[in-house]
């Protein structure tokens, strides 16, 4: 125990994150972690995983369907369940949310089904930690709506009430404050195959205003940046993006593939939600030029498009709010799946027939090209009601997937047991 925390203590010296934590604008009990001190924060809250919520739960999962051999169960019950990471060791799989929590989920026998969920680092002040990644080494980051975390042992002190913690991105630095917004506000974090974390910002318009262009596209915002891991060497990595809430690297040739969310008002079935490619640094997705697509925004219509700009590899369906993806690299399921996309529609919010609550699973040829399916639907009853909304898929150590669900806020573990 000496040992790892004199290694964690030197580890942020060596990468001055330890210099950072001197602000004196450092909220609640980030500090005193920062500096390996107690806070006196001793009460976890719990979430009960059985009783009659958690078999509501299990009806619903009747309905849904997916193709022959695969299998859905619940696997936690995690209010306002939105993006995961899985911890490198299995033992643990974080889960952000849009709200003040992010949960630890614990399967303690290995029964594919969670014992424990309960809230992680309970004397943090978290503001909308929707996003949490995890680099392979084991450092747990948590993206917010305006600052970065870094949790250098989360696997190893999450049973505690206080955890080693640090800003890589404190308070305030990743967006200007006055840019803060309630909308479009769920970051997400992935570590590339170049070690650098990317972190998604979406611009909180439903169409970016001119004279706010050039300070988005200077700051990030309306696209994704990246950064070394420890924060240092910011740069704008995409350009033109709406509202990214998914994102990962192809297993093979390392290229980022996100979604996006189109322009809203513009009908029920234009335009199109987007799955893209990206193949270099700085390519632009067209965002306010373009909605969706080729579809042309009406706020810029006749305009000149002053960028180069990449189309999607997939049109999606429009308004199925396609968020949370990841690319499948388990040993499970069968071959046609090895390196295809596995991504979460969300569902539509004012479409006048719903459209989305499904898993979505794209597959890419050798030549990068996509094409699209549904995976796993039934979210949405005959009443047009919804059931459940995807938010986000995860891979398990053993090849099965988690899909979560905020509105039900649940995790759902899709497994394969053959025909």
């Known amino acids: 125990m000496r040992y790892l925390l004199s290694s964690i203590a030197a580890l942020a010296l060596s990468t001055g994150l330890a210099q950072a934590q001197a602000q004196t604008d450092v909220p609640d009990n980030l500090e005193k972690l920062s500096a390996f001190q107690t806070t006196g924060v001793t009460d976890f809250t719990f979430v009960e995983q059985g009783g009659d919520y958690a078999e509501g739960i299990k009806k619903n999962l009747e309905r849904i369907k997916m193709p022959p051999g695969f299998k859905i169960e619940l696997y936690a019950v995690v209010p306002d369940a939105r993006h995961m990471a899985v911890g490198p ?15 630890s989920v614990t399967d303690r026998n290995k029964d594919r089904v969670a014992d424990e969920v309960k809230d992680f680092a309970p004397s943090l002040r978290f503001s909308i930690p929707n996003g949490p990644c995890f680099s392979k080494d084991g450092f747990l980051y948590i993206a917010e709506q305006n600052r970065v975390l870094l949790f250098p042992a989360a696997e190893f002190f999450y049973e505690s009430p206080d955890v080693a913690a640090f800003n890589l991105v404190k308070q305030g630095d990743l967006i200007p404050p006055e840019e803060e917004s309630f909308n479009h506000t769920a970051r997400v974090c ?85 799955l893209n490619r990206q193949t270099a640094m700085g390519q632009n997705f067209g965002h306010p030029w ?80 996509a094409t699209s399916e549904p995976f796993a639907e039934g979210w949405i009853d005959e009443n047009g ?35």
């Open 190 to 274: 992935k570590i590339g195959p170049d070690g650098k974390i990317y972190i998604s910002l979406g611009q909180p318009f439903n169409v970016a205003p001119p004279e706010k262009l050039d300070l988005y596209s200077k700051v990030g915002i309306g696209g994704m940046i990246r950064m070394n891991l420890d924060g240092t060497g910011r740069e704008v990595y995409t350009y033109g993006i709406r509202n990214s809430v998914g994102h990962d690297f192809h297993p093979v040739t390392g290229e980022l593939w996100f979604t996006d969310n189109q322009v809203d008002g513009m009908g029920d079935d234009i335009p199109p939600g987007e």
């Open 290 to 369: 373009y909605g969706g697509g080729d579809v042309r925004t009406n706020e810029y219509a006749g305009q000149e498009v002053p960028v180069d700009v990449v189309m999607p590899a997939v049109e999606m369906v429009a308004h199925a709010a396609d968020l949370g993806m990841t690319f499948y690299t388990g040993n499970m399921f069968p071959e046609k799946y090895k390196n295809a996309i596995f991504s979460a529609q969300h569902g539509s919010w004012n479409r006048t027939t719903p459209v989305g609550a499904r898993v979505m699973v794209t597959f890419i040829d050798d030549e990068g090209n």
């Open 385 to 419: 009601e919804y059931l459940g909304r995807p938010v986000d898929v995860a891979q398990l150590r053993d090849g099965s997937i988690l899909v979560s669900d905020d509105l039900a806020g649940a995790l759902y573990r899709i497994s394969y047991e053959g025909n």
């Open 89 to 103: 060791q299995g033992i643990v799989t974080f889960v952000g949310t849009r709200k003040d929590k992010v949960w």
